[in-house]
């Protein structure tokens, strides 16, 4: 069965502070990876995503996640954060087994960022 | 994009009553997820629909949910006879798929929290 693994559930972290958040998924196929935001209060948002071509993609807010296809990682990463980057992140695997597209998310880590 | 809307945001029921949850999808999407979402955990599917065809069921989904799409557009998810362990954030998700993709992103409401006394 496919699952979603994101090992850091709390991290606190001062303004200008570099972030990693890591995720790691179970699947042998094809995979489509997602990073989700939840900022207080508010729906979940996309932030990045990966289908396929080079593994290391962009997303908005200066955020960046780069597949490791031997590791089955999908770690989120952006090199200064800033107080607006409180907020749930969320990893999400697509996956086609069986016949199926349902997205599989991970626990979630909490970001919270000091002024 | 008027974006995914659920209705109600909140509900609070007391034990064995029946409670429905509505969501209206991005107009032109396709397929629609629920999901649920409990304090500390990340979304938990439940179920999904292309068009009206409800194509999977969570294994975790008892017998008292239930959901339909009847026409392709709007959906309502029921739980008949409520417990509290029912007590969670129920989120609705659409997407536009087309052929043989499968990988477009999901766009989520605000969910409905369901408080059962």
């Known amino acids: 069965a496919q699952s979603v693994s994101q090992h850091n559930h709390h991290v606190i972290l001062s303004e200008a502070a570099s972030l990693e958040l890591g995720c790691n998924y179970s699947?042998?196929?094809?995979?489509?990876l997602f990073w989700y935001v939840q900022y207080p209060g508010q729906h979940l948002q996309l932030l990045l995503k990966?289908?396929?071509?080079?593994?290391l993609v962009k997303g908005i807010k200066g955020f960046e996640a780069e597949f490791i296809k031997s590791k089955f990682s999908f770690n989120l990463r952006k090199p200064s954060v800033q107080w607006s980057d409180t907020a749930e992140y969320f990893c999400a695997v697509n996956a086609r087994a069986r016949g199926t597209y349902k997205y599989i998310f991970g626990t979630g880590t909490r970001l919270k960022v000091l002024a | 994009d008027t974006g995914v809307s659920q209705d109600p945001r909140h509900k609070i029921t007391k034990r064995g009553q029946n409670v429905t949850f509505r969501c209206d999808p991005i107009?032109?999407?396709?397929?629609l997820y629920w999901y649920r979402q409990t304090l500390g955990q990340g979304p938990e599917f439940l179920t999904y629909f292309q068009n009206e065809a409800q194509l999977e069921k969570s294994r975790l989904l008892s017998d008292r949910f239930s959901a339909e799409r009847p026409k392709g557009s709007f959906s309502t998810l029921e739980i008949q006879r409520t417990e509290q362990g029912d007590s969670a954030m129920y989120l609705c998700a659409s997407s536009l798929v087309s052929g043989s993709s499968y990988n477009s992103p999901l766009h989520f409401g605000n969910g409905t929290r369901l408080t059962v006394t």
């Open positions: 990966y289908f396929s071509g080079d593994p």
């Open positions: 699947y042998g196929g094809t995979v489509n």
């Open positions: 107009s032109e999407h396709n397929r």
